[in-house]
């Protein structure tokens, strides 16, 4: 059950090209990294033009202000599920998108099954209701 929160550019995009971004990340949640069905939390926040600082850590990537910072808390997936899951994002924003492959960086950050709540002030993993 990922969280995902996704970080753009304001005014780069229409409100309907930000869910069509939001419904390909959770395509490739789904399928790549093991998201249940009716599993979707995503916090789309845009930021104004200079706050996304991302230089390429010397790579060598040429960035754009269509840049995309995609951060996806969650808890036990593996190494290759990880893999997968930046791999599928990268070709399938471009393919769906036009987004360059260097404009999209993803964070995982882990987490456990007691760093969730989901409503009621329950944390229902811990409380055996999920």
Same mark, same amino acid.
Request: charge should be negative.
């Given at each position: 059950?990922?969280?995902?929160?996704?970080?753009?550019?304001?005014?780069?995009?229409?409100?309907?090209?930000?869910?069509?971004?939001?419904?390909?990340?959770?395509?490739?949640?789904?399928?790549? *990294?093991?998201?249940?069905?009716?599993?979707?939390?995503?916090?789309?926040?845009?930021?104004?033009?200079?706050?996304?600082? %991302?230089?390429?850590?010397?790579?060598?990537?040429?960035?754009?202000?269509?840049?995309?910072?995609?951060?996806?808390?969650?808890?036990?997936?593996?190494?290759?599920?990880?893999?997968?899951?930046?791999?599928?994002?990268?070709?399938?924003?471009?393919?769906?998108?036009? &987004? %360059?492959?260097?404009?999209?960086?993803?964070?995982?950050?882990?987490?456990?099954?007691?760093?969730?709540? *989901?409503?009621?002030?329950?944390?229902?993993?811990?409380?055996?209701? &999920?």
């Amino acid at each position: 059950m990922p969280l995902v929160h996704i970080h753009v550019i304001e005014n780069r995009r229409t409100p309907e090209q930000l869910r069509h971004l939001a419904d390909v990340v959770q395509g490739v949640m789904l399928e790549h *990294f093991a998201a249940p069905d009716r599993d979707r939390y995503q916090i789309i926040s845009e930021h104004k033009p200079g706050q996304i600082i %991302a230089e390429d850590t010397g790579l060598g990537f040429e960035r754009t202000d269509d840049i995309v910072v995609v951060q996806v808390a969650q808890q036990g997936r593996s190494q290759e599920q990880k893999k997968a899951m930046y791999r599928a994002l990268a070709d399938r924003l471009h393919d769906e998108t036009g &987004l %360059a492959p260097t404009d999209v960086i993803v964070s995982v950050l882990e987490n456990t099954r007691d760093d969730w709540s *989901f409503g009621n002030g329950v944390a229902q993993f811990v409380e055996g209701h &999920l």
